[in-house]
Structures are given as C-alpha cells and as structure tokens.
C-alpha cells in the first residue's frame, strides 16, 4: 500500500507559478512511476505529466508542455510539478499517482496507475 499526499496548491493569477508536491508513504517509491493528473468541475480526469521510476524520464500533455515540469527525490519519497505560465483553464483539483507498471505507452491513462492522492486545489484567477 503507498499513500500520497498532496501540497501546494493555492490560489495564483494568471502567469504566476506553484510547485505541487506528493509525498509518499512507502520506502520502495523508486520502483513506482508517478503521475499528475487534474480534474476540473465537470469534467473527466485529465492526464497532465508522468515520470519514471529510474532514469526519470518525463511525459506531458501537449497542453502544458513548457509550462510544468514534473520531477522527483527518491531519497525523500517526494514528487513535484513545478507550473509556470498559469492560465486560467488550468483551474482544477490536481491529483498525484503511483503505479508499479505506469511507465509505458499507456501513461497517461489513469487505469495504469494503483494508488492516488486525494489532490489539492489550483485555481487560476485572470
């Protein structure tokens, strides 16, 4: 079992930046792939970054490449999303994930991943 738990979140106007943190609760969470993924009212659960277990490679949703950057510290069982650029459509309850088997071509599905955060917050003012 891994628990995650979300920070970070605010609220931020348009063009301004947070870092998102998810920690997790297990010793081994090396060996998990983590994901970001955020849902706004309404709306279905919505892929945004992933990161591997090894040699950290990342993915991203077309609509925040070179806006959020997803990133990790094995050595403190933390994952970030470090977002830049805000825009108000960005406005959401973002979610960390973990999964054993993520890391793939299927990523940004949220069916790959086993444990979740309950998620925190961002809401983008213009």
């Known amino acids: 079992q891994v628990q995650l738990v979300e920070s970070g979140g605010g609220l931020v106007q348009a063009g301004g930046s947070l870092r998102l943190s998810c920690a997790a609760s297990?010793?081994?969470?090396?060996?998990?792939?983590m994901g970001w993924f955020r849902q706004a009212p309404g709306k279905e659960r919505e892929f945004v970054a992933a990161?591997?277990?090894?040699?950290?490679?990342?993915k991203y949703a077309d609509s925040v490449k070179g806006r959020f950057t997803i990133s990790r510290d094995n050595a403190k069982n933390t994952v970030y999303l470090q977002m830049n650029s805000l825009k108000p459509e960005d406005t959401a309850v973002y979610h960390c994930?973990?999964?054993?088997?993520?890391?793939?071509?299927?990523?940004?599905?949220?069916?790959?991943?086993?444990?979740w955060g309950q998620g925190t917050q961002v809401t983008v003012s213009s």
């Open positions: 994930a973990a999964g054993s088997t993520a890391w793939g071509p299927r990523s940004f599905m949220p069916a790959q991943y086993d444990y």
């Open positions: 297990r010793r081994t969470f090396g060996s998990y792939a």
């Open positions: 990161i591997s277990w090894g040699d950290s490679g990342t």
